[in-house]
């Protein structure tokens, strides 16, 4: 029974740490971004904070390559790694939905080409595809 009490205390002091760590890392690039200009630190912190929260409360919604894809390119800024999360998750709905409006060729090609940034899969097939069909008028 001790033994579990201890656990289950570690467990909820890594979980408080790591926590105010991430929060730690909001507020410092938040000063660091807006210096002493205080309320927009304070707005910062508040916008930064709530997308952290909405891409934790979704991380398991979302698929692994699209979370890799925009955690490397928004690392440490949690409003575009929402923000890219969202475009890239609607790119990809998009593109399973309309994939047979695409060439084979094109869709292949745009997919090799830019796989796993499914915002430019799509942009590419649909830019490819419009001036193929204007081609062929």
């Known amino acids: 029974m001790g033994k579990k009490i201890i656990f289950l205390f570690g467990i909820v002091i ?3 740490m790591t926590s105010n760590a991430s929060g730690e890392s909001i507020r410092k690039k938040c000063k ?4 002493t200009d205080y309320r927009m630190v304070e707005y910062c912190i508040k916008k930064q904070s709530a997308a952290k929260g909405a891409v934790d409360r979704n991380r398991n919604n979302v698929p692994k390559e699209i979370m890799n894809f925009c955690e490397g390119e928004w ?5 575009m790694l929402k923000y890219c999360i969202e475009k890239e998750v609607d790119a990809l709905v998009f593109l399973n939905k309309n994939k047979s409006n695409f060439d ?6 745009c ?3 830019w796989h796993p940034d499914y915002k430019m899969v ?3 097939a649909e830019k490819q595809q419009a001036a193929k069909d ?3 008028r």
Do not use: M, Q, V
């Not at 660091?32 to 210096?35: F, H, Q, T």
């Not at 084979?104 to 090609?109: L, Y």
């Open 111 to 113: 997919l090799n080409e």
């Open 122 to 124: 799509k942009y590419c």
């Open 32 to 35: 660091d971004e807006w210096g």
């Open 134 to 136: 204007r081609l062929s």
């Open 14 to 16: 890594f979980l408080t």
């Open 75 to 79: 690392k440490d800024d949690h409003r």
């Open 104 to 109: 084979r060729e094109i869709f292949s090609t």
